[in-house]
């Protein structure tokens, strides 16, 4: 990021479809790891689930405000799931969209 910008991320990981019944995204923690944070520093606080979301915006903030480290209290293991392409929402959108018409 340019002039020391940095975004940091909080995906809340669940499978509750929109209230439209579009689905949520799949892997939302890896899809913020290569295409929403940026900058130095830059981090992901997952949290797993709505009940789970205080937890991890009261983690996120003691991070931020501690100037930044990326460990967020998760064992950190190699991920062997695919990783979704940045543009995963706009298909994923394009697909619900072509479902959602063929009912009609």
Known sequence: MADGIVING???INDRPSPFGYPSLPDLDLYYEDGVIGGPGAFVVV???????????????????AGGSHSTGR????DTRPRPPCNIGEIQLQEWEENFLERF
């Open 75 to 78: 064992l950190l293991l190699p």
């Open 47 to 65: 949290a797993d689930g709505f009940q789970d979301f205080a937890r991890a915006i009261r983690r996120k903030m003691v991070l931020e405000i």
């Open 10 to 12: 909080l995906p809340i």
